[in-house]
């Protein structure tokens, strides 16, 4: 039996649009066994509504990989136990994704290389923020270089630090929240975003954590998307005892706040946010996935 872990992510976290990846401890679990037949079950989030054909994310990303590398998947029975939201901006898709390339690397018994990997996966989302955070855990930068090559560094993440994210009962498809974006920036915000990241950065590194209010700040994405997510503007404002910074978690809906204690008072208040704006919301309290994907053999 081979189990498949990958773990959800929040991407952006301000101004490191289409950069930043943090991985959080929820998981899309694969349990693999080798059988006479294909038989595919689903559990948690999806699973009344996800397909259990070749239509399925994770088996469609599989076959590509598989053909990829010239070999024909066997016959297999997959129980695909999924505790991330989808559409939430929680990185349920390339958690999938990154699950689709490790069962080909489980059945292969081989690790690819990083190219290889994300050239996989860059056929199904061709930003490798998510991604590189489900793949390799931890807090993340992902880039393609000016040589076609992509480079992922993985950072420490303070401890001090954990993470909360406020959930709304509403769905945003991450097509629809990249249509509302514009086609270029000015210098002025280019200048802006890219301080900013840096900065986030920096505080991070000089655990200089109260300069993230101001280093979470981001005028690339989030301004364009508030729309689309009622009582964002608000969230971002939102100034309490022991909440260092608040943004949306990738494309949205869901909101990320980085806190450092008070983590009841500051949820009740985000969750109260949405409520102003008739939307059931329930947050949960992660702490960060170090591992990223993990592969078992039993």
């Not at 469609?60 to 939201?85: C, R, S, Y």
């Not at 018994?109 to 793949?135: G, L, P, V």
Request: net charge negative; glycine share 6%; aromatic share 8%.
């Amino acid at each position: 039996m081979i189990e498949i872990k990958v773990p959800a992510s929040s991407a952006n976290l301000g101004a490191g649009f289409d950069c930043f990846g943090l991985a959080l401890e929820l998981f899309l679990t694969l349990e693999i066994n080798f059988s006479e037949s294909w038989k595919v079950e689903l559990f948690g989030q999806g699973a009344n509504t996800l397909p259990t054909t070749e239509k399925n994310l994770i088996l469609k990303v599989a076959q590509f990989v598989a053909d990829g590398e010239g070999i024909t998947l066997p016959a297999l029975h997959i129980k695909i136990d999924n505790q991330i939201p989808l559409a939430r901006g929680l990185g349920s898709s390339a958690a999938a994704i990154v699950a689709g390339i490790s069962l080909v690397e489980a059945i292969l018994e081989k690790e690819f290389a990083t190219s290889k990997f994300f050239h996989y996966a860059k056929a199904f989302e061709n930003h490798f923020d998510n991604t590189s955070a489900a793949r390799y855990g931890g807090f993340t930068l992902a880039l393609e270089s000016n040589q076609d090559d992509i480079l992922i560094l993985k950072q420490a993440w303070p401890e001090k630090i954990k993470t909360l994210v406020t959930i709304p009962n509403f769905q945003l498809n991450t097509e629809k929240a990249r249509s509302v974006l514009p086609a270029s920036y000015s210098r002025k915000d280019a200048v802006f975003n890219l301080q900013h990241a840096l900065l986030f950065q920096a505080a991070l590194m000089q655990e200089k954590y109260d300069l993230i209010g101001e280093a979470i700040l981001d005028c690339w994405h989030q301004p364009f998307r508030a729309p689309l997510v009622p009582g964002l503007e608000q969230a971002l404002r939102l100034k309490i005892h022991g909440l260092l910074g608040t943004a949306l978690s990738g494309s949205g809906p869901t909101l990320l706040a980085l806190i450092t204690e008070n983590f009841d008072e500051i949820a009740k208040n985000l969750v109260k946010i949405f409520a102003q704006h008739n939307i059931d919301a329930e947050t949960k309290l992660l702490s960060v996935d170090k591992q990223g994907r993990t592969i078992k053999q039993y």
